[in-house]
């Protein structure tokens, strides 16, 4: 790690001259340059959440944003540690995947080692429009608790918050986006849907802006999910003539877990945006985990293996749209896997390094069919050892599935539709 900061740090310094001549001599520009080929690339591929107030830590929007970046940017992208994309190739093929190609990664980097030209300004295109927060667009509704909630420090929190979504006739999804209020304490988010009102009497008990919901929202769930987000995740998005149904009369029940790790946290007022159809959908959205809650991995062994398979069989033919794994800060790889009764195989998705901070629910580009009978399996890899930078004890102790952040998970979700 101090190598490679050393070796950002002297690119810097080398670009920084040919930088200052790229702008004051933009015609000079002979190569690529920011305003004709680079931006239209961070648009395609970065903008989404290198943006003021989204998940990036600085935008690169303008060229101003971008120029005195640019030794940076080559590294990152050159060694593809950006845009961060997790799955393997090879195995799963995914709508929107953040990958460069090399012709991409190439231009960066012809244009960093020119000095970040900015080249003539009339070339740049129309700018992506990130005006109302929302990187769909504003959203038909949006759920919030009318109250701001601050977590008590130095303790993980699950708090539950429960919204009347006042629909008269039931209502469909075609896509979800949540919004963290204080990103650097909300660990992650599950929003539930309440048919019955059950959420109310327990929020009743509980003072204070909604109520403690450690393992659940405390409800059963005869309304399902509008789905979660975690660090890294974007707007879920579904599918043509695919859709989540909410209930008329309905609630919805966000379940937040907070964990702070900087000191005081902040207020936090997290939202959900939902986005609805204008028809009703030809198929409904289901999420089924893949789970495995019993296990405990020994401190100081490096590649635990733990595995999950669903309880029986798929008992009639699916499709399967979505796959979204989640462990904590021990894990380190992911694959899941399905197999039919023929015994053939298929690699859904294989993650070989793991990072909690970009987590996500991938589309497949086309849905996948899966016949009765089919198994679904996970195989994951977890670092409990001293040499796991994010290992959070020192020495390493046994680490079982628990809600806190400092606990394990292995889980992956699958989005499945009915034939």
């Not at 998940?55 to 080559?74: C, H, Q, T």
């Not at 789905?227 to 879920?236: E, I, T, V």
């Not at 859904?348 to 497949?364: S, T, V």
Request: hydrophobic fraction near 35%; include cysteine; aromatic fraction near 10%.
């Amino acid at each position: 790690m101090r190598i490679r900061i050393l070796i950002v740090l002297m690119a810097l310094a080398v670009s920084a001259a040919a930088r200052q001549r790229a702008v004051r001599h933009p015609s000079m520009a002979t190569g690529p340059t920011f305003s004709k080929e680079v931006v239209r690339i961070f648009q395609s591929h970065c903008q989404s959440c290198h943006h003021a107030g989204d998940i990036a830590p600085f935008p690169l929007v303008a060229y101003e944003d971008a120029a005195s970046r640019a030794a940076l940017i080559k590294f990152m992208v050159q060694s593809r540690q950006m845009p961060p994309w997790k799955p393997v190739q090879g195995c799963g093929d995914f709508a929107d995947a953040r990958r460069l190609s090399d012709a991409e990664i190439d231009t960066i980097a012809k244009w960093a080692t020119a000095g970040a030209p900015v080249g003539n300004r009339d070339d740049l295109p129309a700018p992506r429009d990130f005006s109302t927060g929302w990187l769909l667009g504003e959203p038909d509704l949006v759920f919030a608790e009318a109250e701001t909630y601050t977590p008590p420090p130095n303790t993980d929190t699950y708090r539950c918050f429960t919204i009347p979504t006042n629909l008269t006739s039931e209502a469909y999804v075609r896509a979800v986006d949540t919004h963290p209020g204080d990103r650097e304490t909300v660990h992650h988010v599950i929003s539930f849907i309440d048919t019955t009102g059950a959420s109310v009497g327990l929020d009743e008990k509980d003072p204070g802006p909604g109520y403690t919901c450690f393992g659940g929202p405390g409800f059963d769930l005869p309304g399902g999910s509008l789905g979660g987000w975690a660090p890294g995740s974007r707007p879920l998005e579904m599918p043509d003539g695919v859709g989540l149904s909410l209930p008329a009369a309905s609630r919805v029940v966000m379940q937040v877990h907070y964990h702070p790790h900087h000191g005081a946290p902040e207020p936090d007022r997290t939202q959900l945006g939902v986005y609805l159809s204008q028809a009703k959908p030809d198929r409904l959205m289901y999420f089924i985990p893949l789970i495995n809650q019993s296990f405990t991995i020994p401190p100081n062994d490096a590649n635990y293996r733990v595995t999950a398979q669903l309880p029986i069989r798929t008992p009639f033919p699916l499709k399967l749209w979505f796959i979204a794994p989640h462990m904590h800060l021990l894990g380190r790889k992911m694959n899941v896997r399905m197999e039919s009764l023929t015994g053939d195989a298929q690699c859904l998705i294989d993650i070989q390094d793991w990072d909690f901070n970009w987590q996500g629910a991938y589309r497949f580009r086309n849905p996948i069919s899966v016949p009765t009978g089919t198994q679904f399996s996970l195989t994951a890899f977890y670092d409990n050892s001293s040499a796991n930078p994010r290992n959070p004890n020192e020495p390493p102790k046994a680490v079982s599935w628990g809600e806190e952040t400092t606990d394990e998970m292995c889980i992956a979700f699958l989005g499945i539709t009915l034939d």
